[in-house]
């Protein structure tokens, strides 16, 4: 059986000839004749770019049969290469025989016109098989894989850390408790257990033991928030390194990022062409930009001074109390790496009080070694740090925030041989949106897990 791939690579390499026989299994996107010769568009999922396949009166004994294909029928199709090279398309099948694997019912709701992202997220299931879908899950898969090849060349581990957790890494207590069918929480574990927020601190034992590694799998979040760039349900890639420290630790960030970047930007030139003509104008020259570039620094001191110099300059915020201790809001990180550096940005050593109890405290006893990785068009894309190694120290911030019990263990990570570790989590559906510029996260993961509904 050959493939729409296969054709397209023989292309590319000068190997597909005239007139050699080709057998493709596939669905129709399109159909349309004259009277005496048709066009059907055809995919059959292994390339983003459709095959026109072409049937004449005088050449299938059903041309009648063929013409009523609608979009949608499943088709098994015989047929010959023709080359067309002075044509919009490059080459073309012509049908020698064609059956019917399926067929596709008249109220099949996809069809060919543009659809709006409202609209295709009611029918989520039928949706994969659209230009944009059929473009964005073949980017998340090369983009996913990019990531774990980058890891295993550089001697990775990779670790499945747990689903199901007596721990609430960010102490933020925004989550979904795991019941049984008589709603009894503490019954099957003996203790309140959660979906997890984040694998770091269970692989940050396994740091402790093979020095690097990494988890990427699903983390939830119980927020009542309803916007486009939050979900119940998200994708976490968390790498965890030991004698490493914030430098360290943004070195791998930008070097992570740029090789998957890179790659996708290499092994899917048709699909981000697409994203380029349809969704993001330039989003191409943007993370080539970003592939190119150094990653600049800041502390969060210093964007403090930006922000205010800019506000003092006429530059309006919505939240206009810029002030030392506040959290920094997506305009605020927007203005910083658009405005201030027109790049990737890193602050650095933000606020002990508004970082995660595992960060390290740095000299001064008031800010953590932390940094948040912004790029243009939608402000933080990585949060990571440098973790509280010193026993003592992190004792001191969990008794302070009331957060050991069920925690001794990772206090026990620091007395039994326990080093410097650092590490980072980028959240994977974010940087889908931003890598092809799909505005809703709810849009780029294959079923969306939102606040106030769920259908699949």
């Known amino acids: 059986m050959d493939t729409v791939k296969m054709m397209y690579e023989r292309l590319k390499n000068a190997t597909l000839k005239d007139n050699v026989k080709v057998n493709l299994r596939g669905w129709v996107r399109s159909n349309r004749n004259n009277g005496t010769i048709g066009f059907i568009d055809f995919n059959d999922g292994t390339a983003f770019l459709n095959v026109q396949l072409v049937y004449e009166k005088d050449k299938v004994a059903n041309f009648s049969e063929i013409d009523k294909y609608r979009t949608g029928y499943a088709i098994n199709v015989s047929g010959k290469v023709v080359l067309t090279e002075k044509s919009k398309q490059p080459f073309e099948v012509h049908i020698e025989e064609v059956e019917v694997i399926n067929e596709a019912d008249s109220d099949y709701p996809l069809q060919k016109k543009r659809h709006t992202f409202d609209y295709l997220r009611e029918i989520a ?48 207590g925004q989550v979904f408790t795991v019941v049984t069918d008589n709603k009894n929480p503490h019954q099957f574990f003996g203790k309140e257990t959660s979906l997890t927020v984040s694998g770091q601190l269970h692989v940050e034992a396994f740091a402790q033991a093979f020095q690097k590694v990494y988890t990427f799998g699903p983390t939830f979040r119980a927020e009542a928030s309803n916007t486009s760039r939050h979900a119940a349900e998200f994708w976490m890639l968390e790498p965890e390194m030991a004698f490493t420290d914030l430098n360290g630790n943004m070195d791998v960030i930008e070097a992570s990022l740029k090789y998957a970047i890179s790659h996708i930007l290499k092994t899917c030139p048709d699909e981000m062409a697409f994203f380029n003509t349809h969704i993001e104008k330039g989003i191409i020259a943007r993370l080539e930009k970003l592939v190119n570039s150094d990653f600049k620094k800041i502390t969060y001191d210093e964007a403090i001074k930006v922000l205010e110099k800019a506000q003092a300059c006429g530059v309006k915020f919505s939240n206009n109390e810029i002030h030392w201790g506040m959290d920094l809001g997506s305009e605020h990180e927007r203005y910083l790496c658009e405005k201030h550096v027109n790049g990737p940005l890193f602050v650095t050593n933000y606020p002990k009080d508004i970082k995660a109890f595992y960060m390290r405290l740095n000299d001064d006893g008031k800010t953590v070694a932390a940094c948040d990785l912004l790029v243009p068009n939608i402000g933080e894309l990585v949060g990571g740090s440098q973790r509280e190694d010193r026993y003592d120290y992190l004792l001191r911030r969990m008794t302070d925030e009331g957060n050991i019990e069920d925690l001794e263990w990772y206090l026990d990570l620091r007395k039994y041989g326990g080093v410097q570790t650092s590490g980072f989590g980028i959240g994977f559906d974010r940087l889908l949106m931003y890598v092809t510029g799909i505005t809703n996260i709810r849009d780029v993961q294959p079923f969306g897990r939102a606040y106030g509904t769920i259908k699949y």
Do not use: M, Q
């Open 125 to 172: 299931h039928l949706r994969p098989r659209t230009n944009t879908f059929l473009a964005l899950h073949r980017v998340r898969s090369e983009l996913t894989f990019a990531f774990h090849e980058f890891f295993h060349k550089n001697d990775f581990i990779y670790v499945h850390t747990p689903i199901l957790t007596g721990n609430d890494a960010e102490g933020a």
